[in-house]
């Protein structure tokens, strides 16, 4: 059974494997995230993030390493039930939201925050 995520009003298939990546450019820095993640049990699993550089506030998790000017690593963070994304209108960028049947933007307008977690079993 394949999973699937909520993410505001939308509905968003994940193949298989249960994968989705977000991708934004930090607010202040201007500086590229990605982060790769995965449904597991019901919950929202981190299991690699990247950061362009590194700033205020935006320093390269623990064990990061330097792979085509991206920092990146595997983060030990516990299971979340569900991620908030800011709606400020102010970032260069949308959140983009990629999953194998293809990417969408979240949030390019100021808005509510974004509330993003799995489909309920």
């Given at each position: 059974?394949?999973?699937?995520?909520?993410?505001?009003?939308?509905?968003?298939?994940?193949?298989?494997?249960?994968?989705?990546?977000?991708?934004?450019?930090?607010?202040?820095?201007?500086?590229?995230?990605?982060?790769?993640?995965?449904?597991?049990?019901?919950?929202?699993?981190?299991t690699?993030?990247?950061?362009?550089?590194?700033?205020?506030?935006?320093?390269p998790g623990?064990?990061?390493?330097?792979?085509?000017?991206?920092?990146?690593?595997?983060?030990?963070?516990?299971?979340?039930?569900?991620?908030?994304?800011?709606?400020?209108?102010l970032?260069?960028?949308?959140?983009?939201?990629?999953?194998?049947?293809?990417?969408?933007?979240?949030?390019?307008?100021?808005?509510?925050?974004?509330?993003?977690?799995?489909?309920?079993?």
């Amino acid at each position: 059974m394949s999973a699937c995520l909520l993410a505001g009003a939308l509905t968003l298939a994940l193949g298989a494997d249960a994968a989705f990546s977000l991708e934004w450019t930090h607010s202040v820095e201007q500086t590229r995230w990605h982060e790769e993640w995965r449904v597991v049990a019901g919950a929202l699993v981190l299991t690699r993030a990247a950061v362009k550089g590194s700033g205020a506030g935006m320093e390269p998790g623990e064990g990061a390493r330097l792979e085509n000017g991206w920092w990146v690593w595997e983060p030990t963070a516990a299971p979340v039930d569900e991620l908030i994304l800011a709606a400020s209108g102010l970032t260069p960028s949308a959140w983009r939201l990629c999953t194998p049947a293809g990417c969408v933007a979240l949030g390019a307008r100021s808005s509510d925050p974004l509330l993003l977690r799995p489909c309920p079993e």
